[in-house]
């Protein structure tokens, strides 16, 4: 039986030896095994990451709210964009939820004292870190202005910037990609605690196996492409090239290959999140979880089936188009049975509305409207009009941001008093999430219009009929941006002010509620037994169900 | 004068027309689904929240039921957009074969057009109103892509490759041609305008400003002058396969494949010559890769697509 | 504590159970690595399908430039190195460790027969001009198709003599263990698990074989 809830945890829990406390010079955090320090680590780097991404966003939006190229230059606003690009998708969004909340829960979650390769996982840190350096090397070198997408030939033989140094920093961080990926499925398979069968695994561990079967098998052709690119760039080969009897359309399916499970890399943790916060501030079993399980597959799976939907007009077969778009429509069901589920998880629940509850509330909404546009641009004769407009960036940033980064946030907040053993303020919390929500609208929203209205992507310059449309999109980055500086403030004032947490202050079910906050080294004093299904609340009264 | 952005940008071809429909279409189903899954969270969150008497009893975990239903329905109902729109799409493909043709040459950042009787344009395509016109487009440099937002038609356009687009214009006036694939600085100022014209102005705008010979005729000089004729014409000693009526015969080749002849077949015969060589034929024809400019090889086609035409009339 | 039976205490790292937890958990890293490893060649392979589509003839013409006398003999070597490294999970399993060392050496020095041989062709390949890039000597002025094949030939034989080039190492590593009587380190799980990324390897070389030395060389 495991160790009873302890929901009213005394102070003095605190002051006992942490995985914190345990050593605590510079060394001892550069050479750790603890996941749970990995994940620390992890933490700090993508939060940096992000900010820099964010910067980059933000001298966009203010060019794009004028019409002139008057802030920057062409080739500088080309570099923002790039760097923006690779920067969120790589060295942030990707490893966000897996790398620093996974590695810090996935064996809680499942009651083991670590993942099953610690030493593979601080390779893994470490590998992040130095693509991440190479990336920051081309930025402060000059930049890159291929666009995250490297289309060739335009980054294999035109392209006067420094392709080579990001794309070696990003064939440097995919590995780090692979080798967590390897390390969680290693991990759920072999060192579940006894009890812990399959359908008894919270949704998070699901959703974090499921992307960690992408990152193994589509990383590395990820690897091997931007490899072929740099080969062609360095020695002029005609692999793309078409002077040379190359093809440039080879890269298109090469790239999208991996490029669209990525995505579902970057949604599928946070659709787990999501699974976590729901029932706990709804105190209710999820609805359909063997439903929800098998949807995380089906998204997985069918996944790596709709690769060409990217290249509807760039000269493919009509036909290759039409079963691109059938499979596209096929792995949206699998999404709407997640969405329709979370909500029939509200039925008859006893719903509270914390700070990371808002953030999901608010994936599920954005998410939608983001997951219904992908079917407008899955529609054929329509994303003949749409693509490469404002309309696809608006549908990617609702499900990247909307979706991906509310999700990341809520899962930050949740398990903030697990990780750190404080609480954060509430208010402020509920405060950002929905300035958060409010600016994020604003900005997005009206970017659908500008793309229906025929607003390319990528301009600097635009006819100033769109302007408008732009100005909304700005003021609306400004508000999300404040958003997103209210928890770098708050959480870290927490750290030293926040009240000290109790091992399960929101009485959520999970292993990982059963330690104390922040948990010891070794997670668990005993292994623990698991006899009971995940999620068991209660609405009527409030509490779980007695183990 | 260029179109005020609306909403709607303006609508301008056959197709614009039934994209708007699918489009409309489109944004009620999906924002009827929208706003369903937003006023069921709404209202159970206020319904449901802590301390509300609502009835909680039997709270459900799953329903088997409800489950496939969420599934199949909108199952069907993807499946019914997917039709109409791959549907749709598919005529997008079809054009008329009384298509008045439209050479497009791309480069870092311009946008260079040609018609068949060799008014050349910059940045600028005028063309007649209700005429279904054929654009044969490749780029010298990198991918771009021309897209003209008020026919809702879009076609990348790649080197070392031809793509096609067909529209038929509907409205007179002035519309924006944008470069929609990133292809390097100037990318955002790589546009123009499509310029739909009544058809009689049309002609007499056609005529104006031409002091070079048609495409095709400039395409037969070249043919005569490269030496092309020295091997494929009736009388050479040298066995070479007759082009005449070439586009759209089907080829054997030696390796035992058959293909169509097209555009992209002829480009490649010319650069890269042993690459689907003929069957029968021996490898020997040099290539022109480098002598020949992307506008100088889609005059020899269209030259060659001139003489299937006499061909089919002289054998009537 | 030691206790007095004949073997010592089987020690695992902090986040095992037991050592058989320990075994599976690698033997499972090791096939999800394996897969990995599929993928990254997957591409090199589907380049290789494209281009042969593509340039059928001239890829056939430059097949024939490889050299089949070297590659064969190549493979009879590897596949002889797939036979001793099977042969020697099974004797270590078997408890016949001395044998499982000499073995493992045999595997090895077959490895670096591979690599030696390799390089002897490379060098050929060189004097020939047939290194894609400036100075490529088939088909003149259409030479497109030859050159990808060559660079998919480079490409693909040379990612794949790093692969050995790490199995040897581990081989080695392993053997040098035996040697020295570390048997908890060289134990019969792991060995066999290094066996299974030699195979890999081979399995590897057994589809390049045919696609780089065998193509347009049948009924001529």
New interface residues.
Partial sequence: MPAPANSTASPAAATASNYLTEGTTLKSWLTTYDHKRIALLYLVSITAFFFIGGAAATLIRLELATPA?DLVT??TY?KLFTMHGVIMVWLFLIPSIPSALGNFLM?MMIG???????RLNLASWYIYVAGGIFTIAALIAGGV?T?WTF?T??ST???NTHVILVLVGVFIVGFSS?LT??NF???V???RAPGMGWFRLPLFVWANYATSIIL??????L???LL?VA?ERL?????FD?????????FQH?FWFYSHPAVYIMVLPAMGVVSEIIPCF??????????MAYAILGIAVFGFMVWGHHMF???SS?YG??VF??LS??V??PS??K???W??T????????SAPMLYA?GF??LF??GG??G??L????????L???YFVVAHFHYIMVGGAVMAYLGGVHFWWPKISGRLYPESWGRVAALLIFFGFNLTFFPQY?LG???M????????P??QLLNILSSAGASILAMGYLLPLGYLGWSLFYGKRAGSNPWRATGLEWQTPSPPPT?NFAH?PVVSTGPYEYE??T?TELPQ | MIEMFHFLPASASGAAARFDLLMLALMLLTGAVALAVTLLIVWFSFHYRKGSGADRSDAPAGNRIIEVAWIVTPLLLFMGMYVWAAYDYAQLYRGPANAMPVFVVAKQWMWKLEHANGHREIDELHVPLGQPMRLVMTSQDVIHSFYVPAFRIKQDVVPGRYTTLWFTPTRTGEFHLFCAEYCGTEHSVMGGRIVVMPPADFTRWLQQGTSQPGIAAHGFELFRRHGCSGCHSAGSSVHAPDLNGLLGRTVHLQDGRTLVADENYIRDSMLLPKKDVVAGFEPIMPSFAGQLSEEEIMAIIEYLRQTGAEHASASK | MKTAAPAAPVRVPPQFDTPAQQDAAATLGLWVFLATELMFFGPLFFGYSYGRSHFLQAFAVASRHTDVVLGSVNTAVLLTSSFTMALAAGMRKADGRRAAMWLLWATAALGIAFLFIKGTEYLHDWQQHLIPGTGFALGQGDSAGAQLFFFLYFATTALHAVHLTLGISVTGVFAFALRRGAVQFANGERIELVALYWHFVDVIWIFLYPILYLVGRSGG
């Fill in positions: 190229g062409h080739d080309n064996p083991a004292r670590d993942l099953a390769f610690p202005d666009g289309y030939p335009f033989m035109f392209s692979i990926g390897l499925i290693v991990t398979h072999t060192m193994v098998l589509a990383t590395p052709v690897a091997m492409t072929l080969a020695f002029g080969l005609g692999i078409p002077a040379l009897g190359g093809d440039p359309l080879l090469l709804a105190r209710k079993r999820v609805f359909g979880y063997r439903f007009v760039s000269g009509v188009n039409m778009s059938l429509f096929l949206a069901i709407a049975i969405v329709f589920n909500t029939a509200l039925y008859k629940g006893s719903i509270t509305f509330l599920v909404g939608t409207i219904l546009t079917l407008i899955a529609s054929l004769a329509i994303d003949v009009h693509t490469d407009t219009l229906y209205g025929g390319p992507r990528r301009y600097h310059t635009y006819p009929e769109f070794e292994p609405p009527q409030g």
